[in-house]
């Protein structure tokens, strides 16, 4: 499971949805975590709203909620898989999140 502290203080966490998992790999979990949680925030920017002088983006927690899930769900996939380097393609991860 995963928790971000935010600007304003609210705290987001996955730990009532948390990924049961054993891992086959140790390795590459953290590096596939942020790569997945990075992918959520992305997917949920919205560049119409963006101010082209805005440098801090504000997600929803709802929004980072997701995209907790998703690195959470991206790290145990690719520490099924022998090796550091996350092969995990995005057919993959988006069955897995349903």
């Not at 996955?14 to 590096?31: I, K, N």
């Not at 393609?89 to 069955?95: H, T, V, Y």
């Amino acid at each position: 499971w995963s928790m971000v502290c935010l600007a304003d203080g609210a705290v987001v966490s996955t730990v009532a949805d948390a990924v049961q998992q054993r891992p086959v790999e140790e390795l590459g979990g953290g590096d596939a975590w942020l790569a997945g949680v990075i992918d959520g925030l992305a997917l949920a920017a919205d560049i119409e709203k963006a101010s082209p002088r805005s440098v801090r983006p504000v997600w929803s927690e709802a929004e980072w909620a997701a995209a907790l899930r998703r690195g959470d769900r991206l790290a145990a996939l690719s520490q099924e898989e022998i090796g550091d380097f996350s092969t995990v393609a995005r057919g993959k991860l988006e069955q897995a999140l349903r």
